[in-house]
């Protein structure tokens, strides 16, 4: 059975002003730091223009 390939971004937490790790194929928040400033190696999330 092959691995699942997971989708992890991260975002800015505003009320902590922190990084969150989510892992968007599983719909599940992975780490969050405790420390300021981004994660290395991991693509920010930006919002999503969807246009109606």
Do not use: C, F, L, W
């Amino acid at each position: 059975m092959p691995a699942q390939k997971h989708d992890i971004v991260q975002v800015k937490n505003p009320r902590s002003g922190h990084y969150v790790k989510i892992d968007r194929t599983a719909g599940k928040i992975v780490a969050h730091k405790k420390s300021e400033g981004q994660y290395k190696g991991i693509p920010i999330a930006r919002k999503s223009t969807s246009k109606k």
